[in-house]
């Protein structure tokens, strides 16, 4: 391209001219053609310091940023989905290799943010969302899913033979809930620890998170609205292509042998 740069300058072209037919900026054609001037070369001229010491880069390596997913203790190994974040970490790697064991870096759930919500969705489409003020326990769970399992079943029109997939929070599985689920007849899906790979309302949830930082909420009321409003107008064509790719997150588990996969 410097070559070419060059060529073109000594035809007698203008630096418009030649940024505009090569589809270079005017400042870089200006650049090149007075390094041509003065040392009569475009190629790389010997800088001063100390020589690299690394070697040359082979085709098939690259620095990429290491993935992250939740960290898993061997008994529990089940495929985990990366949270998206922004991270300053660089790692050499091959191609295709992102979820490879040796390129991952662990990650502990945590708490934080301003608000907590519990939400459900089907593949008809989303159902209600509830903010949570205050510490959650079994006792707030259990009326959590009293006033908005049952409704919003009834919303998403679903059958009678429906199943609750939940996770094995402490809340979720304590002696309590257990007892009061069985009592309200809702059937709960085994569910193994430690595998958001496997609940496509992992998706969801990073698309509401995507969608409200986007709009800037100024405080905690504005946050609590955005949420809801958000939550209720994801397409039910997302819910439907979410459901309908839990046979893919099987066969991904089934061939990344319980580790970490692209969900």
């Not at 960290?71 to 495929?79: F, G, L, S």
């Not at 949830?205 to 800037?216: E, G, I, N, P, S």
Request: proline share 6%.
């Amino acid at each position: 391209m410097r070559k070419k740069v060059i060529e073109i300058y000594q035809s007698g072209k203008g630096y418009k001219a030649i940024s505009k037919a090569l589809g270079l900026l005017r400042t870089t054609v200006r650049a090149i053609s007075c390094k041509w001037q003065k040392h009569r070369t475009v190629e790389n001229l010997p800088r001063s310091g100390r020589l690299t010491k690394i070697t040359p880069r082979r085709s098939d390596n690259s620095s990429r940023r290491s993935q992250k997913t939740p960290q898993q203790h061997p008994k529990n190994c089940r495929p985990h989905l990366p949270q998206v974040r922004s991270v300053s970490h660089y790692i050499w790697r091959k191609s295709n290799t992102a979820f490879q064991k040796k390129n991952i870096i662990p990650t502990v759930k945590y708490g934080g943010g301003s608000v907590m919500v519990w939400g459900c969705f089907a593949a008809s489409g989303p159902g209600r969302l509830a903010v949570i003020n205050g510490t959650m326990n079994s006792a707030v769970y259990q009326k959590i899913l009293k006033e908005n399992v049952r409704p919003s079943v009834c919303d998403l029109k679903l059958k009678r033979i429906w199943v609750l997939q939940q996770d094995n929070d402490p809340k979720h599985t304590s002696k309590s809930t257990s007892e009061w689920l069985k009592k309200n007849k809702m059937k709960t899906l085994e569910w193994p620890g430690q595998s958001p790979d496997l609940n496509p309302i992992e998706m969801l949830w990073h698309d509401l998170k995507k969608v409200v930082h986007a709009q800037k909420p100024s405080n905690v009321v504005e946050l609590q609205q955005f949420c809801k409003d958000e939550w209720a107008k994801i397409p039910p064509q997302r819910c439907n292509r979410l459901i309908a790719s839990y046979r893919k997150r099987l066969i991904a588990v089934v061939a990344a042998k319980g580790g970490p996969t692209s969900y």
